[in-house]
Structure formats: C-alpha cells, structure tokens
C-alpha cells in the first residue's frame, strides 16, 4: 500500500484483487455496487482484479448509490540502459570519484585522460526508468538496484583474485529517488590498479550483471556489461607512473570469455 488510495505490486504473474467491504457484507448486498475499471471475478461480486502480467496504473472504482471509492494500482517494472559513452546524465545526482576524469563514462587512463587513482578506470551508469509513467510521483521509496560481478584477476602472471558474488554499489553510488522523468541511476567504477603499484604486469577480466528491485522484488531484466583491461608496467620504466603502458583497456555490452590463465608470463 502506498497512502490511503494507491496500491502497487511488481509486474509477474497473477492479479491484484480489490475487494470491497459492504454493510451487510454479502454477496446479496452487492447486487447494489457497479464496478469500473479491473476485470469481473466470477462469483464474487465484491472482488475486481487487475492483472500483473502487464506495467500499467489502473483505476478501480466501486459505486454504491451515491457513494464512490476509487484505488489506484500500479504495476510497476523498469526499463534499462547502461551506458559507457559520452557523460553522466544531467539528472543523475550522484559522483564519480575524485581523480577519475568527473562525469565522463568509458574506459579512462592516467597517460590519455590524466587520471590519479589508478592505471585504468572503467565508468558506467545505469539509468533505471520505471513504468507506468507517473509512478515517480506516488513510488519514492522501496527501490534498489543490484549487482553481481564474475571476475578473475592476475598479476605479473598469476592468479591474485577472482569470485562469483554481489557487488552492490554503494548509497552514494546510487540516486533512487525517481526524477520527473521516472529514471533512477546507478554509476560504477571498476579499476586496474589503485596506487599504481603493479608488480610487473597487471590484468583484469569482469562481467557484471545490473538488476532493479522494490521492496525485494525483481522489477527489472537482467542487464550484462563488462570491464577488461591490461597492463604491462615494464614498458617505458623511467616514466613510471604515467607512462603508456595500457595494452587492453574497454568497456561495453554483453560477456567476455573471462580467461583462465593469465595474458602475460611470470617475470
């Protein structure tokens, strides 16, 4: 329940039933109500449903007499778009941070984009818009968004990291108060190296999947992207830690082939 007159569940299967209380309450009695908006359940005339196999706002009013009731019911499920090109969107609230090349999204390095917190940067966002449109302003609170990362990572040639569990961002990372546009937006930030200590080489292999929900239930597909990059930090040593030494840097859709043994040999 949302306030006193808007109900919201998430899109999947079944209905939402509205029922209406009548005094005396029976089946007899309703023969005096009329119904508007929902679909009949069949011998229960005090019942009206609303399906949740589809995102809408439906309006079920019940009339008795002179007397109206109305409830608003909102279907709720997101559409989703992660973005790794151009900049963060102007109605996002959150930071990236300090020393990564501010609101630009991509692949960033400290020798093409003058980064300081480490070799490489991948930079994300995810805008989140929720339907059915309007539910920004009745659903403010209740949203999440979710992540899980698949990852192995190598330096100077051997395995020194790898898991298969959540990587939820944190708060600040994340702006869930829908906007006017009904879009809530999420950014991350996955590294190669903070500190620029890199014993020798340096690899990373990530795939991720981005996910929303409300009060712990799934309002969204699953949506995949992926970070890789290589380092090799033997190359053009007098200019440590600036030099151009970034041999795989992207970011982007979809899975890679996360690889499992390392691109460059022990040193």
């Not at 929900?213 to 040593?237: C, G, H, M, P, T």
């Amino acid at each position: 329940m949302i306030g006193a007159d808007n109900w919201a569940a998430v899109k999947g299967a079944g209905d939402v039933i509205v029922e209406v209380t009548l005094t005396p309450n029976t089946d007899d009695a309703a023969k005096a109500i009329t119904w508007a908006g929902g679909n009949e359940v069949v011998g229960k005339p005090r019942q009206r449903k609303v399906s949740k196999g589809t995102s809408a706002h439906t309006e079920v009013t019940v009339t008795c007499g002179s007397t109206s009731e109305t409830v608003h019911l909102w279907i709720l499920w997101s559409s989703v778009q992660i973005r790794t090109t151009n900049s963060k969107s102007t109605g996002n609230n959150t930071n990236f941070n300090a020393g990564t090349g501010g609101d630009k999204l991509g692949v960033l390095t400290d020798e093409d984009e003058n980064i300081t917190i480490a070799e490489v940067v991948g930079k994300m966002e995810g805008v989140f818009t929720l339907t059915p449109t309007g539910v920004f302003q009745v659903i403010k609170s209740g949203w999440d968004i979710k992540r899980w990362i698949i990852f192995r990572d190598y330096s100077n040639g051997s395995l020194s990291n790898s898991g298969n569990r959540s990587d939820d961002s944190h708060n600040a990372d994340e702006d869930l108060i829908p906007d006017n546009d009904n879009n809530i937006y999420v950014i991350d930030e996955p590294t190669l190296r903070i500190g620029f200590n890199v014993n020798h080489t340096k690899e990373t292999y990530n795939n991720f999947t981005e996910w929303l929900e409300w009060n712990n239930n799934k309002a969204s597909d699953d949506n995949i992207w992926y970070f890789q990059s290589r380092v090799d930090d033997d190359l053009d040593i007098a200019n440590k830690p600036n030099n151009d030494d970034t041999e795989l840097k992207e970011i982007g859709l979809g899975n890679i082939v996360i690889p499992n043994s390392a691109h460059y040999s022990t040193r």
